[in-house]
């Protein structure tokens, strides 16, 4: 959402190699923790930038820092004062969410999203992934990010026409290696949040997926376990087919057939 430059101004005059290792360090690490989002860049000048996208105004505030951004924020104020400028708004982002609960939470990305994979349900805007709990046996979420660029790859070779039924199938079978990466997080996220956290299966209806007329309405039948889904509405107007029991959710679509 939030565009920044960050300057780091040198507390010494030589600045080696290894001090240039410890910046790329600290935007990698500021990523793994959701902190600034993908399509960074470090620029040399007289000093070294940071061009950052942040989710939020005050996403780089020591607060939000996991374990490994603190040890390397310290590292980086050994060498460099940092002095932050707001650029503007980046409009390849959207604005995230700031609801105080939160019902359910949607996962998803696709091939050119630099944003966080997870979606409120409340609002429908994207949350910041140092608000939610780490995955599994993790301190940030850096298994989320190889999830997000897996998915990404497939569906930009899908897209792109490449190896249609490897890629179909990985981005519409629940049980794909891709999605079952997914879930696993979302199954554990779910877990330690108290509500659930849908993951989103992509359609193609060439691959028999299944609909069901209610009413006036086309719902999704569940791959899972073949019951018919159940239609959410978001606060925005964007609707959704989840199955409960499964955890899976559709983009709805009352055209199909
Ligand atoms: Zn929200
Ligand atoms: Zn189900």
């Given at each position: 959402m939030y565009y920044k430059t960050i300057e780091l101004l040198p507390k010494e005059i030589s600045i080696d190699n290894k001090i240039v290792d410890l910046i790329w360090q600290f935007v990698y690490?500021?990523?793994c923790n959701g902190q600034i989002l993908k399509d960074y860049k470090v620029i040399k000048n007289k000093n070294y930038r940071l061009y950052v996208t942040t989710p939020k105004k005050d996403s780089l505030s020591e607060k939000y820092d996991s374990i490994y951004v603190k040890s390397v924020?310290?590292?980086v104020l050994e060498y460099?004062?940092?002095s932050e400028e707001d650029i503007g708004v980046n409009i390849e982002s959207q604005e995230y969410c700031s609801c105080a609960n939160r019902?359910?939470?949607e996962m998803q990305t696709y091939n050119?999203?630099?944003d966080s994979v997870f979606t409120c349900c409340n609002c429908g805007k994207p949350i910041a992934l140092?608000?939610?709990?780490?995955p599994e046996n993790s301190a940030d979420y850096s298994d989320v990010l190889t999830w997000q660029q897996n998915y990404s790859a497939i569906d930009t070779l899908w897209l792109n026409c490449i190896s249609d039924r490897y890629t179909g199938n990985q981005r519409v079978n629940f049980d794909s290696a891709v999605n079952k990466q997914g879930i696993e997080i979302a199954k554990y996220?779910?877990?330690?949040l108290g509500y659930p956290v849908y993951y989103h299966l992509s359609c193609d209806y060439g691959?028999?997926?299944k609909v069901e007329k209610v009413g006036n309405k086309q719902i999704h039948v569940c791959p899972k376990c073949g019951n018919v889904m159940k239609r959410v509405e978001f606060s925005n107007n964007c609707k959704i087919d989840v199955c409960e029991n499964c955890a899976l959710s559709y983009d709805f679509d009352d055209d199909v057939i």
């Open positions: 690490i500021l990523e924020r310290e590292k460099f004062t940092l019902d359910a939470i050119t999203d630099i140092y608000e939610l709990p780490y996220l779910s877990k330690r691959k028999k997926i």
